[in-house]
């Protein structure tokens, strides 16, 4: 079927549209986790947690862990066939010698090898989450948060669980969906996509992990995050809906015109 040329240049508006916002400047630093300092190569937990003479570190440039359990990962491979250095894992006294991911977990997409395993287990001092300062913002403007991210278990572990991120810019907080995953299983992975509003020049961008039930633990597995300005949710949409309006009733307009002549 041919398509009429003022519905291509109307598709054309609206792409142009699109194109301009997916070449908007990604704020996040360091959205894949692949820099750390100094250089880490092994699964290793990060943030403020310290126990059994083990004290994690805030390794990951640009970002900072709480005091929770929170595990860099190198890749899927090392994940779920080498024991992390953590508190529970290789360098603590109490080495479960599981304190790795399933092997139902697989690469993150897009390339990246590197992500973050967060534990949803609500237990204070366990549950965890991950932390960005963002710097130069404009009050009022709307930002687009995206990432890749899924549910998995500790081979520590076993249990049905349910997991989801409680996603914060400043004092704004949304939720993921929630992912349900069965025993050793992982729920592949997901593209999350959030939209926020700057309220101050500086706030902290941060991903709470959020599981249950307490003891299993759920882990969400995260990468690739990103953030860009963007025009308020309904106005794309207004948008492209106006231009398609247009252009039927221009062709309508044609139309008559031929029929008349």
């Known amino acids: 079927m041919r398509i009429p040329a003022v519905l291509c240049a109307t598709a054309l508006a609206v792409s142009t549209v699109g194109l301009a916002h997916a070449n908007s400047i990604n704020l996040i630093q360091n959205g894949n986790f692949a820099s750390t300092s100094p250089t880490t190569t092994a699964p290793t937990e990060f943030g403020t947690g310290s126990l059994n003479?083990?004290?994690?570190?805030?390794?990951?440039?640009?970002?900072?862990?709480?005091?929770?359990?929170?595990?860099?990962?190198?890749?899927?491979?090392?994940?779920?066939?080498?024991?992390?250095?953590s508190e529970w894992g290789l360098g603590s006294t109490q080495?479960?010698?599981?304190?790795?991911?399933?092997?139902?977990?697989?690469?993150?997409?897009?390339?990246?090898?590197?992500?973050?395993?967060?534990?949803?287990?609500?237990?204070?001092?366990?549950?965890?989450?991950?932390?960005?300062?963002?710097n130069d913002l404009t009050i009022g403007q709307g930002y687009l948060v995206t990432f890749n991210w899924g549910g998995?278990?500790?081979?520590?572990?076993?249990?049905?669980?349910?997991?989801?991120?409680?996603?914060s810019l400043g004092s704004q907080t949304l939720d993921t969906q929630t992912l349900w995953n069965t025993s050793g299983g992982f729920?592949?992975?997901?593209?999350?996509?959030?939209?926020?509003?700057?309220n101050a020049p500086?706030?902290?961008?941060?991903?709470?992990?959020?599981?249950?039930?307490?003891?299993?633990?759920?882990?969400?597995?995260?990468?690739?995050?990103?953030?860009?300005?963007?025009?308020?949710?309904?106005?794309?949409?207004?948008?492209?809906g106006g231009l398609l309006a247009l252009g039927f009733a221009l062709i309508q307009r044609r139309r008559a015109q031929q029929d008349r002549a």
């Open 53 to 85: 003479g083990f004290t994690a570190s805030q390794f990951i440039t640009n970002w900072s862990g709480n005091n929770g359990y929170e595990i860099w990962y190198p890749s899927a491979s090392a994940a779920t066939t080498q024991d992390a250095y």
């Open 95 to 134: 080495n479960t010698g599981n304190e790795k991911l399933y092997t139902t977990l697989t690469a993150p997409p897009g390339g990246t090898s590197t992500f973050v395993g967060l534990d949803g287990d609500q237990t204070s001092g366990v549950q965890s989450s991950i932390a960005q300062t963002l």
């Open 152 to 167: 998995s278990q500790l081979q520590s572990r076993t249990g049905n669980t349910s997991e989801y991120l409680a996603v």
């Open 187 to 198: 729920t592949g992975w997901k593209t999350g996509s959030l939209y926020f509003t700057a």
């Open 202 to 240: 500086s706030e902290t961008l941060s991903f709470l992990s959020v599981g249950d039930p307490t003891g299993y633990p759920p882990v969400a597995v995260l990468t690739n995050v990103s953030m860009v300005q963007a025009p308020e949710p309904g106005a794309l949409a207004l948008l492209g």
